[in-house]
Structures are given as structure tokens and as C-alpha cells.
């Protein structure tokens, strides 16, 4: 008989599908998937939810569960920035991009990868929007 234990996921882990593990808790058998390239496109801060429909719409990388990042989420995406984003969005060239919170009025929160504090963007400007989605912690398809 073979023994196929199931093995947990790592953070910045690059599966099949072409997602990218971006957090994995164990105790709850969830983590939360980006895509390759993080963002599912750029959009005005109120437009953010067509970025996703588009995602879901075409089926970015197979699933059609893809939904905007929350704040915390965000936070927790621009510290795993080194494990999780593309060679060519690393350093200097990592962009800012847009939180589920507004700002104010006019503006939106925005954080960028790689660093510690968000900021704020007119929420008339165009910015990538990150996508993610869950879905266990530990598979047997790695």
C-alpha cells in the first residue's frame, strides 16, 4: 500500500496552476493564492470589482474564484513580496497598488511591495489591483 501524505504549502510555493502561495494556516487548512503576477489588472479605485469579474469572467489561471484583497491582506502581500512576486516586479520596480479601503472622499489606501507603511492614491488614477483566492493548506496536487 502506498502512503500519500498530504504536504502543507509554503509561502511564495509556485503551483501548477500558476498561482503563488501568499499565507498558509495551518490550523485551519486555508491559504491564500495570487496570481503569477499578482495583480488581475489595473482599475480607478471604485472600479476595482471589475478587475475581478474580469478574472472570474475569463477563468485566470483555471478558477473563477478570484475576489479583491483586504487590507490585512494586502499587508501581509507586501511583506511576502519577495517570496511571492515576478523578477520583474521586485525592488524598485514592485508598484503600488490598491487596498479595499478608501482614504477619504478622493482618496484610496494604497501599499506597495516590499514595504512597511501603506499610502494613499487619488482615487481617479488607475493602479494594479491584486487579486487572490483560498483554498486548503495542504494538497497532494503540488
Not at 42 to 52: C, L, P
Not at 72 to 78: C, K
Request: charged letters at 25%; proline letters at 5%.
Amino acid at each position: 500500500t502506498s502512503n500519500l501524505a498530504q504536504r502543507a504549502l509554503e509561502v511564495g510555493q509556485r503551483l501548477r496552476d500558476g498561482t503563488v502561495v501568499l499565507s498558509v494556516d495551518l490550523d485551519k487548512n486555508q491559504a491564500l493564492f495570487v496570481p503569477a503576477k499578482i495583480f488581475g489588472g489595473e482599475a480607478k479605485f471604485d472600479h476595482q470589482d471589475n478587475v475581478v469579474k474580469s478574472a472570474n469572467r475569463d477563468g485566470l489561471h483555471g478558477h473563477k474564484d478570484w475576489r479583491r484583497i483586504t487590507d490585512a491582506e494586502g499587508e501581509t502581500l507586501s511583506k511576502a513580496w519577495d517570496k511571492v512576486a515576478p523578477a520583474e516586479l521586485q525592488g524598485s520596480a514592485a508598484p503600488w497598488f490598491w487596498l479595499a479601503s478608501p482614504y477619504d472622499d478622493i482618496n484610496g489606501r494604497v501599499r506597495r511591495g516590499g514595504e512597511a507603511d501603506w499610502g494613499i492614491n487619488f482615487r481617479g488614477l488607475s493602479s494594479p489591483v491584486p487579486v487572490v483566492r483560498s483554498g486548503p493548506a495542504r494538497s497532494l496536487d503540488i
